[in-house]
């Protein structure tokens, strides 16, 4: 079980960290993106869209969850991926910024 949450992780990492830069290059560096602008980067980058919730709650705003009727149910799957990136690997803070972090989304290397 340990390996497979390895690899897991890492997939994670690596979907997180292009789609950032892929956001800040199509839309500029913000606080929080829309569900829309996520999906369509996730498309244009021609990403698995296996991790789109959690990239919907990582970069997306409350307001924007609750339009898009996202649920944090949602992301129940990725066992405590929540807290690692949300609070701290990709530099997010409690608004739902994830933005400009070091290492894991924002621009580290894996």
């Known amino acids: 079980m340990e390996i497979k949450n390895y690899f897991k992780g890492r997939?994670?990492?690596k979907f997180m960290a292009k789609l950032s830069q892929g956001l800040q290059s199509r839309y500029g560096?913000?606080?929080s993106y829309t569900v829309g602008q996520v999906q369509k980067t996730?498309?244009?980058l021609k990403l698995n869209s296996k991790y789109i919730d959690?990239?919907?709650?990582v970069f997306c705003d409350p307001e924007e969850h609750k339009k898009s009727g996202?649920?944090?149910e949602k992301i129940n799957k990725y066992e405590g991926y929540a807290d690692k990136f949300f609070y701290g690997a990709c530099g997010a803070s409690s608004c739902g910024?994830?933005?400009g972090?070091?290492?894991s989304?924002?621009?580290g290397s894996d």
């Open 11 to 13: 997939a994670i990492k």
């Open 70 to 72: 996202f649920h944090l």
């Open 97 to 99: 910024s994830s933005i």
């Open 29 to 31: 560096s913000s606080e």
């Open 42 to 44: 996730v498309d244009a």
């Open 105 to 107: 989304c924002g621009g």
């Open 54 to 57: 959690f990239a919907i709650f």
């Open 101 to 103: 972090g070091e290492g």
